[in-house]
């Protein structure tokens, strides 16, 4: 078995292996895994265009990245990954990203690069308090008891969730704590807004109030805002869904959203937000 989420196929092209898959079909992945895959794309292009006269001194910050997975991304197939810049610029610009399957479009992203810049902010200015959801040291390591458990996949095998407040059991808000266990790519250590994405996908799935067996609450989107790059392996969220209407006995729509405050444990990071397709099995 592969020891990465994805393995090299040739310039611009990769493979998704087995620890990418998702939870209910053996055949498609997880979103956190392309998620993960999109943004190393978006960081790449920083790294190419360091050496160009349009790029900040310092460098760039990815500020927000917005994901679409338009399609179910299959497992063990090669897949091209194309990155492009949309607009340069010396203190805001945009990159995108697409990744296919022999030439149709299964997800993409955009990216908005903020440069990086160093300087100091008043004592006396007022922040939000801070609110972590404890530490990863004060979760607890939960088994999934919905997904199908027959083969390897992303949420049981390529990363780790500690919650602190809720759980896979317990419907509804909760705190975890999520790290990956293996590189996006081999031999490269995940960078901070990999695993950022990679975590923030789990949104939905970690804070679901409704039952498994009964509906589905998939998203096809995740929009992650960053106010600061992420430090360490760990990604704290405290994370709830919504769901249509407030009348609790009626989803009105077919659409929801869960949405994630991000920490690591130098504190808070940024939020992240998930469009959801509800609908009854």
Known sequence: ??????????????????????????????????????????ERADEREATTDTAPADGWQIARLTVELTRPVPVGRPLELRTQLERGGR?????????????????????????????????????????????????????????????????????????????W????????????????????????????????????GVSAALPFEHYTFINPDLTVHLHRPPRGEWIGMRTASHYGTSDAELISGGAGMAESALYDTYGRLGRSVQSLLVDIR
């Open 169 to 204: 059991d317990r419907p509804g808000p909760v705190g975890v704590w999520i790290k990956l266990l293996v590189p996006v790519v081999d031999g490269e250590q995940p960078s901070g807004v990999q695993r950022a994405a990679a975590a923030a996908d789990f949104g939905n």
């Open 91 to 167: 203190r805001i610009s945009l990159v995108a990203a697409v990744l296919s399957d022999d030439g149709t479009e299964v997800a993409r992203v955009r990216a908005l690069r903020i440069r990086r810049a160093t300087f100091a902010i008043p004592g006396d200015t007022e922040l939000p308090a801070p609110d972590p959801p404890g530490t990863p040291v004060s979760g607890s390591i939960q088994r999934v008891v919905w997904a199908v458990d027959d083969h390897v996949a992303f949420h049981k095998d390529a990363c780790e969730h500690r919650f602190t407040e809720g759980g």
């Open 1 to 42: 078995m592969s020891s990465a989420l994805f393995d090299p196929a040739g310039p611009d092209r990769w493979v998704p292996t087995d620890l990418a898959r998702g939870p209910w079909d053996p055949l498609a992945c997880h979103g956190g895994p392309v998620s993960a895959l999109l943004a190393r794309a978006v």
